[in-house]
Nanobody, 118 residues
Framework: QVRLVESGGGLVQAGGSLRLSCAASGSIFSTNTMGWYRQAPGKQRYQREFLAEITTGFSTTYADSVKGRFTISRDNAKNTVYLQMNTLKPEDTAVYYC?????????WGQGTQVTVSS
């Protein structure tokens, strides 16, 4: 089983930046994909928005809504994925979730709150 611990959320003014981290531990496969999603206020779990993902081979995919503002990266030695978020907007306010996936297995982190004030 894999455990995810997210950190780095908080309150920031519009235009500011935050860097989220997600550390994975446990039975981690050497080939996996880790990504970031967010759940906006009032939205249900099934409405979580995909933001970005990165494979152990460093292949990345981004949602159009965050391209150019958010950057995903990872440190395979630390089993940690990062999300650098720049030029934040009030509409980026949400709970941000990390997700780990390998062969038929997926798990979510507990989420970290990001609040962007105008």
């Amino acid at each position: 089983q894999v455990r995810l611990v997210e950190s780095g959320g908080g309150l920031v003014q519009a235009g500011g930046s935050l860097r989220l981290s997600c550390a994975a531990s446990g039975s981690i496969f050497s080939t996996n994909t880790m990504g970031w999603y967010r759940q906006a206020p009032g939205k249900q779990r099934y409405q979580r928005e995909f933001l970005a993902e990165i494979t152990t081979g460093f292949s990345t995919t981004y949602a159009d809504s965050v391209k150019g503002r958010f950057t995903i990266s990872r440190d395979n030695a630390k089993n940690t994925v990062y999300l650098q978020m720049n030029t934040l907007k009030p509409e980026d306010t949400a709970v941000y979730y990390c997700k780990y996936a390998d062969y038929g297995y997926a798990i979510w982190g507990q989420g970290t709150q990001v609040t962007v004030s105008s």
